[in-house]
């Protein structure tokens, strides 16, 4: 079907979206926890807050990696335009299926304190938000945009982008 084909790098725009949207949904979820514990002391929320900070600086560790493994995979894909549905690999849509089965399961079955989705759920998708938004970045400044670059490496590919 053509119609479900687009240019591969738009496929990058697709993972874009896709990450931001999921995200910031997740985001939100962590943050109606915490909402709900609106009686909790000071201690509390702030233990909260650090647990959300260190939530998303291991989560965006490793999204940063898998950004830039994926955008890499679309760029390599063989033919220009391609359905949608590849801008995630099979390996990545189990993934995908795993982790949402894995948390609908766990905050159903009460087995979890709202405590921890307060702030695991509100790193989490801060990270996810933000890789969704490396996503988009990747695609607008193209193979060379890295999120992590250090500021001598991004300054020098720059000038080298320059002259060329």
Same mark, same amino acid.
């Given at each position: 079907?053509?119609?479900?084909?687009?240019?591969?790098?738009?496929?990058?725009?697709?993972?874009?979206?896709?990450?931001?949207?999921?995200?910031?949904?997740?985001?939100?979820?962590?943050?109606?926890?915490?909402?709900?514990?609106?009686?909790?002391?000071?201690?509390?929320?702030?233990?909260?807050?650090?647990?959300?900070?260190?939530?998303?600086?291991?989560?965006?560790?490793?999204?940063?990696?898998?950004?830039?493994?994926?955008?890499?995979?679309?760029?390599?894909?063989?033919?220009?335009?391609?359905?949608?549905?590849?801008?995630?690999?099979?390996?990545?849509?189990?993934?995908?299926?795993?982790?949402?089965?894995?948390?609908?399961? @766990?905050?159903?079955?009460? @087995?979890?304190?709202?405590?921890?989705?307060?702030?695991?759920?509100?790193?989490?998708?801060?990270?996810?938000?933000?890789?969704?938004?490396?996503?988009?970045?990747?695609?607008?400044?193209?193979?060379?945009?890295?999120?992590?670059?250090?500021?001598?490496?991004?300054?020098?590919?720059?000038?080298?982008?320059?002259?060329?």
């Amino acid at each position: 079907m053509t119609l479900l084909k687009m240019k591969k790098e738009n496929l990058i725009t697709v993972a874009g979206v896709v990450w931001l949207l999921a995200g910031v949904n997740v985001a939100l979820i962590g943050a109606r926890a915490a909402v709900e514990m609106s009686g909790a002391a000071v201690g509390v929320v702030v233990a909260l807050v650090v647990g959300a900070v260190a939530a998303f600086f291991a989560f965006h560790a490793m999204f940063g990696t898998i950004v830039l493994k994926n955008a890499q995979r679309i760029r390599g894909l063989d033919s220009e335009r391609l359905n949608f549905l590849r801008f995630l690999d099979l390996k990545g849509y189990l993934i995908m299926a795993f982790m949402m089965s894995f948390g609908f399961g @766990l905050r159903l079955s009460g @087995l979890i304190p709202t405590w921890f989705f307060a702030f695991f759920y509100t790193g989490l998708g801060c990270a996810l938000a933000l890789a969704g938004a490396s996503f988009l970045l990747h695609r607008a400044f193209g193979e060379g945009w890295a999120f992590h670059a250090r500021r001598a490496e991004r300054d020098a590919l720059c000038r080298e982008e320059r002259i060329s």
